[in-house]
C-alpha cells in the first residue's frame, strides 16, 4: 500500500483509474477499495480528487487563470470546476485565492501594525519571569490536596482506577484559587518543585521520605503556603503512618525474564524500554471548548447505559471518569466566586475586570464556550487539571490557531473583540505558559482537514505574541508546499528576532505521508500536532507513548569490531557474536554485522516497552486523559489500556549520524585505501585513541555526514532505513505498534558516556551527534549541503519525527535575507526535510570557537564576494568577529 | 574525449552575493592581474601553492617524514616551513591529518564540477538563482569555462561569470551566448594608476567592457572600493562617465566595501600583503558613494553596495 499511495502521488497530472491502479497494486478492483478505505479512510476516488483539488490550489497561487486551470484538470467549464472546488473545500476558488492573496500581501502591512505588549503584560511578565512571585502562593497545595485524596477515599474504593481519581479530584475540588494583580486569565497549575507529578512517584516518594531526605521534605512543607494545621497534617501523612500503601505496587512489578548480555545492553545503554505514557500528550480540549465538562458527562454516561453487562473494569473506569468530570465542572465556580468577593474592594477598570471574569467563570469550563475570552479560559483550565494528572512537564497543548479561531472570527465579525485585545490575551496565556524549562508545546499553521493551508489571523498573532514577550515559548510551525511564503517568512523573522531557537518547523508533506504509512486515517494525519520537544500525536485521538524506548546504533560498530564483546567493560558481552575481525573481510561483511547488532538492540528495546506496555495498561489508569481522547469512553477502555483510536509507541533511535560517519572511515581508510587494519584501528578504539594523529586522520581523511556526500548520507540512509524497517514490523502488544523517531533529546551526553571510541573519530565517552544532524563541527559545506543530507535520510520512516538544529549565522536572519531563507524551507521540506531547528549564533559560542576550534569547523564568516571559515582567520580578526557579531545580537 | 579540466580552488555553496538569488560559485586559480588587496590571494598564482595553518599543526611529524627536502621544521615545539627547497610534490599534504597542510586547488573536469552545482538546483530554481564562475580569472580558462557553461544551460541552469575582462577578446567570443549574467570588474579608471595597483593597464579590460556591452544585455559592474587606493570621487567620476558611454544593457552598479579580514590568507601561502589593516568604510560612506555615482550616471540601473 505504501507504495501504490507513493505512486499515485507522483502520478497525479495522469489518468489514474481505479481498475489500473488496483492492477498496479496487484488486487481485485473491489478488495483494492476496501484496503485503501480501510487505510486511509477516504476512497481511492475522494483521495485522488482531494490530491488534484490541492495542485489546483496551487496553480491559484501562483496566479494562473481559474479557466485554465479548469481545463487541465478535466473540467470543461469553471463553473463545473467551481462546484466541485466548493464541496471539496467549501469556498469558491476565487474565495480562496482571495485569502491566500489577503495572508500573502498583508505581511509588509501587518509590520505596522504589530502590536507591543501591554503595560499589564509587561507587569505580569516581570513578575512570572523575573521573580517568579506567583509561584510561592499556590506552593505546597498540589501535593497536600494530592495526598488527602488519596488518604481519603475509604478502603473498598482503593483500586488503580479509582486511587488516581480521587487524588486528581482532591486537587481540582480544593486547590485554593488565587487571582493575581490585572489577571485576565485566571487559574493556576502549581510551581516547580522537587515533588513528583503523578501518583506512582508518589507513591515511590513517601516510601522513600522514610528514610532518605527527611529533611528536604521538611523543608518544602515549612515554605508552602498551607495553613499551620495542613501542614501539621501533611507532614503526619507522610511520616507518621504505619501502612498506608494499598495501592496495589505488587502487581505492577516487571515480570521480564532477561539474561545477562541483555542486561549488559541495558546497563551500557545501548537499548532501553519502558512505555511511555507519561505527561506527553495532546488531549481534545477542543471538546471542552465546544460541549463543556457538563455535556462530557453526559457523554459518559450514555455511553455507559448503551453498554450492557458491563466488567467490573469497565465500571470502575466509568466512575473514574465521572468522578473527574464533575470535578472539573465546578472547578470555574471557586475563581467566580472568588472574583466577585475581590470585585467589591476596587473601583473601576478592575472592577469591571473583575466581574468579567467572575461572568467567564459562572459559565466554563462547565459549559460550552461562547467567546474568544471563555474559550481562552476554558482551554486553560482544561490544560491546568491536565497537568495535575501527571504533571506539567510535555503536556501539550495542540493546534491553537485552529482551535481558537471559530471564536475569534465569531467575535471579530460581531465586533466584540479587537485584533489587539486577542493579542493581550494570547500574551496572557503566553504568560501562563510560562516555565524555565518549557516543552508544554503549541503548534500553529498547517494544512486543515481537508489539505488546504489553515494559516490564518491567529497564528499570525501568535508569532508575533512570542516575538514580543522575547522568552523561550515552545512554539511549532507546520508547513508545507501550500503554506504562504509571508507566514513562513514572519515565523523565520520571529526565529531571527528572538534569537532563541523559537519556533520550531515541522514540515507537512513529509510529516502526514509518514502517519498515514503507520495506518492513521488521512484527515487524522492531517491534524498532527507537536508534544513537548519534537514528538508526534493526533490531538484527541492517540496515545503517542512518547520516549518509550530508545536504542545507541552507534554501538553497534562497537561490538561488531569485538565480536559481540563491550570495549568500555570487557567482561561485559552485550551483543551478537558475529565473528572475529579476520571474518569481517569486505565491507559488506562489516555492515552485516553491524545491522545483526542493531537488529538485537530493537529486539530488546521492543521486548522492554512491550512488557511495561501490559503493566501500564493494567496499574497506571488515567482518567481525565481518557475522558478527552476520542476512543476511550466509547470502549470502555482507559488511556493506558488501549482506549484512544491510536496507540503507538515511540522509539528514539540516537547515533545515526555517528554510525554513518565511523562506517565511511572505515570503508575508505580501511577496504578501499588500505591505510589501516581493522585490527590497527580496533586498538585505536579500545585504548581511546592513542595515536592523536590517526584520530585526526580519521575525521579528516574521511566523508562526512552533513556536506551532502553521496558516499556517507548513502550509510546514513541505510542505517536509518534499516533502524526504522525493522522497528516498525515488530508488533506492539496493545495498539499498532512502535513509532521510530531519530531524536536524541538531550541523551547523547549520557548514551555518549558509555560508548567507546569509535571510528569516526570521537573519543570514548565524548558527546554524540544530537538526533540526525551531523556531529557538531563536521557540516562545513554551507546549508544547502546540510539541508540536502538532512533532507536525503528516510525521513518519511520516520512518524515520530527526524529533528535537526542548525546553526545558523545572525547574518542570514536580515530582513534582506529572509525571503531566501523561506525558499530554502520550502525547497528542502519538498525534498523531505520532517523537521528543523535554528540557533543563532551567540558571542559564547564564538568565543569557544577560539578556543575550541576543532570543534566549530563550520563557523564561517562572510563578508560580499568573499568568505572565511572562523577558525581560520588571524586572532586579532578573530576578536574582531566575535565583537561584531555581538552588536549584531544586542 | 578527454574532459576538460580546470584548477578549481573551491566550490562555495549558498552564496546570496555573486549574483541573484542563491548561487553556487565556482572559483578557479590563475589570474591576470595581481591586485595589491586581493582578497584571495590563493588564487593568482597559476600553479598549485601549498596552505601551511601553523597553528593547525599538533607536530605528529608525519610531513617531517615524508618530505625529502627537508622543508617542515619543527623548532621548540613550533613548526615551520621552509618553502624555498618545496618541489611541490605534495606528500606533506596527503599524510597531513589535521590540514593544517593543504594544496590550494584540485584538478577538476567539468563532469565533477558540474555534479556539484547540479545539486542545488532545485534552490536556484525557487530563488531564481544559478552559477557564477569567478576566479582567479575564469576566462583563462576559456574551453572548460564553455562547457561548463554549456552543460549548466542545457540543464535549464542560470548561468554568470565574474570577470576582470583583461584577457583575449576571442576568450569572450567563444562564450558570451551562454552567459546569463556578466559580472564585470572594473578597479580603476586611469589606466597608469591601474598598472600600479594591478599590474596591468587598463585598456584592454575597457575595450572588453564596451565589447560585452555590445553583445550581451544583462551586464553587472563591480568596483571594489579600496580606501585610498579606488575609493576617491575622482575615480567614481571617471568610471561613472564610462559607464555612461556603455549604454542601456549595463542593469547594476555594485560597489564592493572593503574588509580586511584576509591577511590571515597570505600568511597562509608565505605571501606578502601589502595592504593591511585598513579601516572599512561605514555604511553611510558606502551609500554616499552610491548616491554619488547615481549623479553621475545617465543610464537607468540598480546602484547598490555590498
Ligand atoms: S610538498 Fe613535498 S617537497 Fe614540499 S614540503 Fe611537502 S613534502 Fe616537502
Redesign the interface.
Not at chain 2, 259 to 265: D, E, P, T, V
Given at each position: 500500500m505504501e507504495k501504490v499511495i507513493k505512486y499515485i502521488n507522483e502520478n497525479l497530472d495522469k489518468n489514474l483509474t481505479l481498475t489500473a491502479i488496483s492492477k498496479y497494486a496487484g488486487y481485485s478492483t473491489w478488495h483494492f477499495s476496501t484496503k485503501f478505505k480501510n487505510k486511509m479512510g477516504i476512497t481511492f476516488l475522494e483521495y485522488l480528487r482531494n490530491r488534484r483539488m490541492q495542485l489546483a490550489c496551487h496553480e491559484l497561487i501562483k496566479g494562473r487563470k481559474i479557466t485554465d486551470i479548469a481545463l487541465e484538470f478535466g473540467y470543461e467549464t469553471p463553473s463545473g470546476f467551481d462546484k466541485a472546488f466548493l464541496k471539496e473545500f467549501g469556498c469558491t476558488p476565487t474565495g480562496y485565492k482571495n485569502i491566500e492573496l489577503f495572508y500573502n500581501n498583508k505581511y509588509g502591512e501587518m509590520k505596522d501594525m504589530r502590536y507591543k505588549i501591554t503595560d499589564r503584560c509587561s507587569i505580569i511578565k516581570e513578575r512570572v519571569v523575573d521573580n517568579n512571585v506567583d509561584s510561592q502562593k499556590y506552593m505546597g497545595q498540589k501535593l497536600y490536596n494530592y495526598i488527602k485524596g488519596y488518604y481519603n477515599l475509604p478502603n473498598e474504593k482503593r483500586n488503580n482506577y479509582l486511587l488516581p481519581a480521587s487524588s486528581l479530584v482532591a486537587v481540582i475540588k480544593n486547590f485554593k484559587p488565587y487571582i493575581s494583580d490585572g489577571e485576565l486569565i485566571v487559574g493556576y497549575n502549581y510551581s516547580d518543585g522537587a515533588f513528583p507529578s503523578d501518583l506512582e512517584e508518589y507513591v515511590q516518594m513517601l516510601i522513600q521520605s522514610k528514610n532518605n531526605n527527611k529533611e528536604d521534605w521538611t523543608k518544602y512543607i515549612e515554605n508552602s503556603n498551607l495553613k499551620s494545621n495542613e501542614k501539621e497534617e501533611l507532614t503526619k501523612m507522610i511520616f507518621d503512618t504505619s501502612d498506608p500503601f494499598l495501592y496495589p505496587y505488587n502487581e505492577s512489578k516487571n515480570n521480564i525474564i532477561l539474561d545477562d548480555s541483555e542486561l549488559s545492553l541495558i546497563n551500557e545503554y545501548a537499548a532501553r524500554g519502558s512505555c511511555g505514557t507519561h505527561n506527553h500528550s495532546i488531549l481534545s480540549y477542543e471538546s471542552v471548548l465546544k460541549y463543556g465538562f457538563s455535556g462530557l458527562l453526559d457523554k459518559i454516561k450514555s455511553s455507559r447505559n448503551e453498554k450492557e453487562n458491563l466488567s467490573k473494569d469497565e465500571l470502575l473506569f466509568y466512575e473514574s471518569l465521572e468522578m473527574v468530570c464533575e470535578a472539573s465542572c465546578n472547578i470555574g465556580e471557586k475563581y467566580a466566586k472568588l472574583a466577585d468577593e475581590m470585585q467589591i474592594e476596587y473601583e473601576g477598570e478592575r472592577k469591571e475586570e473583575l466581574l468579567a471574569i467572575k461572568k467567564v467563570c459562572e459559565r466554563v469550563p462547565k459549559y460550552r464556550a461562547r467567546n474568544f475570552m471563555e474559550a481562552i479560559q476554558s482551554l486553560w483550565f482544561a490544560h491546568i487539571i491536565n497537568t495535575w494528572e501527571d504533571g506539567i512537564n510535555a503536556n501539550s497543548l495542540g493546534r491553537l490557531d485552529q482551535i481558537l479561531f471559530p471564536y475569534y472570527k465569531k467575535d471579530i465579525d460581531l465586533g466584540i473583540l479587537t485584533k489587539e485585545k486577542a493579542f493581550e490575551l494570547i500574551c496572557l496565556l503566553w504568560l501562563k505558559l510560562y516555565r524555565d524549562y518549557d516543552v508544554q508545546q503549541s503548534t500553529i499553521g498547517g494544512c486543515l482537514k481537508n489539505g488546504l493551508d489553515g494559516v490564518n489571523e491567529l497564528s499570525y498573532l501568535m508569532l508575533d505574541a512570542t516575538e514580543a514577550l522575547d522568552f523561550v515559548r515552545c512554539l511549532s510551525v507546520r508547513f508545507s508546499s501550500n503554506t504562504p511564503k509571508a507566514f513562513m517568512k514572519r515565523a523565520l523573522e520571529v526565529v531571527g528576532h528572538v534569537q532563541k531557537g523559537v519556533p520550531f518547523f515541522f514540515c507537512d508533506d513529509v510529516m502526514i505521508e509518514s502517519l498515514t504509512l503507520r495506518d492513521i486515517k488521512i484527515k487524522d494525519a492531517r491534524d498532527y500536532g507537536v508534544i513537548g520537544c519534537v514528538e508526534t500525536c493526533i490531538p484527541g485521538k492517540s496515545n503517542p507513548h512518547a520516549v518509550s524506548g530508545r536504542l545507541n546504533v552507534l554501538k553497534a560498530i562497537e561490538y561488531a569490531l569485538n565480536n559481540g564483546k563491550s570495549m568500555i567493560n570487557s567482561e561485559n558481552n552485550p551483543g551478537v557474536k558475529t565473528g572475529e575481525l579476520n571474518s569481517l573481510l569486505t565491507f559488506n561483511a562489516l555492515k552485516d554485522a553491524v545491522y545483526k547488532q542493531i537488529k538485537r538492540m530493537v529486539d530488546l528495546v521492543c521486548k522492554l516497552t512491550n512488557s511495561s506496555i501490559l503493566v501500564a495498561a493494567k496499574n497506571f489508569p488515567l482518567a481525565y486523559k481518557s475522558l478527552l481522547t476520542e476512543g476511550c469512553i466509547k470502549k470502555g477502555l482507559d488511556f493506558s489500556a488501549g482506549g484512544p483510536i491510536y496507540n503507538y509507541y515511540q522509539i528514539m533511535i540516537l547515533g545515526i549520524p555517528n554510525l554513518a560517519d565511523s562506517l565511511a572511515a572505515i570503508e575508505k581508510l580501511v577496504f578501499i585505501e588500505k591505510k589501516y587494519t581493522l585490527e590497527e584501528l580496533v586498538f585505536q578504539l579500545k585504548n581511546n585513541y592513542p595515536d592523536?594523529?590517526?584520530?585526526?586522520?580519521f575525521i579528516?581523511?574521511a566523508p562526512k555526514y552533513g556536506n551532502?556526500f553521496p558516499e556517507v548520507d548513502k550509510l546514513a540512509y541505510e542505517i536509518m532505513e534499516y533502524t526504522c524497517k525493522y522497528i516498525q514490523m515488530i508488533p506492539s502488544v496493545i495498539g499498532e505498534g512502535f513509532h521510530p523517531q531519530p531524536f536524541t533529546f538531550l541523551w547523547m551526553v549520557e548514551h555518549g558516556k558509555l560508548t567507546a571510541a569509535t571510528p569516526d573519530g570521537r573519543r570514548s565517552g565524548d558527546i554524540l551527534a544530537y538526533s540526525v544532524s551531523p556531529m557538531q563541527g563536521r557540516d562545513f559545506?554551507?546549508?544547502?549541503?546540510l539541508l540536502?543530507s538532512l533532507s536525503n535520510l528516510p525521513t518519511k520512516l520516520a512518524p515520530g519525527t527526524t529533528s535537526a538544529i542548525v546553526e545558523v549565522d545572525p547574518y542570514l536572519f536580515t530582513d534582506k535575507?529572509l525571503d531566501?531563507f523561506v525558499?530554502?524551507l520550502?525547497?528542502a521540506g519538498?525534498?523531505g526535510l520532517s523537521n528543523i531547528q535554528f540557533n543563532v549564533i551567540d558571542k559564547e559560542t564564538l568565543i569557544d570557537a577560539r578556543k575550541n576550534?576543532e570543534k566549530h569547523k563550520n563557523l564561517a564568516?562572510?563578508?560580499?564576494?568573499?568568505?572565511?571559515k572562523f577558525i581560520?582567520?588571524?586572532e586579532n580578526?578573530q576578536e574582531?568577529?566575535i565583537n561584531r557579531t555581538k552588536h549584531k545580537i544586542l | 574525449m578527454l574532459p576538460d579540466i580546470a584548477k578549481v580552488n573551491n566550490i562555495?555553496?549558498?552564496?546570496?552575493?555573486?549574483g541573484p538569488?542563491?548561487r553556487t560559485v565556482v572559483y578557479l586559480k590563475g589570474c591576470s592581474l595581481s591586485c595589491k588587496w586581493c582578497?584571495?590571494p590563493e588564487s593568482i598564482n597559476h600553479e598549485n601553492q601549498i596552505v601551511f595553518?601553523s597553528?593547525?599543526s599538533?607536530l605528529?611529524g608525519?610531513c617531517f617524514d615524508v618530505c625529502e627536502n627537508n622543508c617542515h621544521i619543527i623548532e621548540e615545539g613550533k613548526h615551520y616551513f621552509n618553502r624555498d627547497n618545496c618541489t611541490l610534490c605534495m606528500k606533506c599534504c596527503e599524510v597531513c591529518?589535521?590540514?593544517a597542510l593543504e594544496v590550494t586547488s584540485k584538478d577538476m573536469n567539468v563532469i565533477e564540477v558540474f555534479n556539484e552545482i547540479v545539486?542545488?538546483k532545485?534552490?536556484y530554481i525557487?530563488?531564481n538563482g544559478g552559477i557564477t564562475i569567478t576566479g582567479g580569472e575564469c576566462l583563462l580558462y576559456p574551453k572548460f569555462t564553455l562547457s561548463l557553461l554549456k552543460k549548466c544551460k542545457e540543464e535549464g541552469i542560470n548561468t554568470a561569470i565574474e570577470s576582470a575582462l583583461n584577457v583575449k577578446q576571442e576568450n569572450i567570443e567563444k562564450i558570451i551566448n551562454y552567459i546569463d549574467i556578466f559580472i564585470a570588474d572594473i578597479k580603476h579608471f586611469d589606466s597608469k594608476t591601474h598598472k600600479k595597483l594591478t599590474g596591468s593597464k587598463n585598456e584592454l579590460i575597457k575595450n572588453n567592457i564596451k565589447y560585452i556591452s555590445k553583445t550581451h544585455n544583462n551586464i553587472w559592474i563591480?568596483i571594489p572600493l579600496i580606501p585610498g587606493l579606488t575609493d576617491s570621487f575622482e575615480n567614481l567620476l571617471g568610471i561613472g562617465k564610462f559607464i555612461n558611454t556603455l549604454g542601456e544593457s549595463i542593469k547594476v552598479i555594485e560597489l564592493?566595501?572593503y574588509?580586511?579580514?584576509?591577511?590571515?590568507?597570505y600568511?597562509?601561502l608565505d605571501m606578502n600583503c601589502e595592504i593591511i589593516n585598513k579601516k572599512p568604510q561605514t555604511d553611510e560612506i558606502m551609500q554616499n558613494k552610491v548616491n554619488y555615482i547615481k549623479s553621475i550616471l545617465t543610464i537607468n540601473c540598480i546602484v547598490r553596495y555590498?
Open positions: 592523536e594523529a590517526i584520530r585526526l586522520e579528516n581523511n551532502d559545506n554551507g546549508i544547502t549541503a540536502n535575507n531566501y525558499d530554502l520550502m525547497v519538498k525534498k576550534p564568516v562572510r563578508v560580499s564576494g568573499f568568505s572565511q581560520l582567520l588571524d580578526m574582531h568577529i | 562555495s555553496r549558498a552564496s546570496l552575493s555573486d538569488g542563491l582578497h584571495n595553518i597553528h593547525n599538533i605528529c608525519r591529518p589535521t590540514k545539486k542545488d532545485d534552490y525557487e530563488t563591480r564592493l566595501k574588509n580586511n579580514l584576509y591577511s590571515g590568507k600568511d597562509s555590498l
